[in-house]
C-alpha cells in the first residue's frame, strides 16, 4: 500500500477501525503476523469495506483477528485518529471504539494475527512495543476506564 492521489493530486485516505478490549486488570492485543510492524503488539481492527459503517467493521475485524464476538451496542467511540504518519503504508485515518468485560473472553488468533494475548495496559504502551499509534489509541481508551466512563459487561 502507498499513498494514492486522486487526479487533482489529493490524498486518497483509507479508513479503518480499531478497538480496545478491557477486561480485569488487561487488555486484548494480537501479536500481528505480518508487515509493517510483524511480531508488534496491535489492538484489533481493520479496514472498512466499502459499504460498511466503521462500527460494523470494528466488530466483523475483531471477530476475525480475535474470534471475540462483541456487539455494536456494546462499544463506545473513544476518538478519531488521523496523524498524517500514523501507517508507514499511506495515510489512514481510524475511529477507534472500546469496551470492558469483568472477566476475560475466551479468545484465538485468526486472519492476520500470529496470537491473541491479554497484556496489562501500562506493558502494552512500553515505547515501540505497540504498531502504528495503537499506544495512542490504548492510552485514550484506558482513561476513559480509570475515570468510570465505561460500562462492564
Not at 501500562?122 to 480509570?146: N, W
Amino acid at each position: 500500500m502507498t499513498n494514492l492521489v486522486d487526479a487533482q493530486g489529493r490524498a486518497l485516505i483509507r479508513y479503518t477501525a480499531d478497538l480496545v478490549v478491557f477486561a480485569e486488570d488487561r487488555v486484548l492485543a494480537i501479536v500481528r503476523g505480518t508487515n509493517p510492524f510483524k511480531g508488534r503488539l496491535a489492538l484489533p481492527g481493520g479496514h472498512v469495506d466499502h459499504g460498511e459503517t466503521s462500527l460494523a467493521a470494528v466488530v466483523r475485524e475483531t471477530a476475525e483477528e480475535t474470534g471475540l464476538r462483541v456487539s455494536a451496542s456494546q462499544l463506545r467511540r473513544v476518538d478519531i485518529f488521523d496523524a498524517v504518519d500514523r501507517d508507514p503504508r499511506g495515510r489512514v485515518v481510524s475511529v477507534a471504539y472500546v469496551v470492558a468485560f469483568r472477566h476475560r473472553p475466551y479468545v484465538r488468533p485468526g486472519s492476520d494475527a500470529a496470537r491473541a494475548v491479554w497484556v496489562t495496559p501500562d506493558d502494552a504502551m512500553v515505547p515501540g512495543r505497540m504498531a502504528f499509534d495503537h499506544a495512542d489509541i490504548l492510552a485514550a481508551a484506558y482513561a476513559l476506564l480509570r475515570d468510570g466512563h465505561l460500562d462492564r459487561h
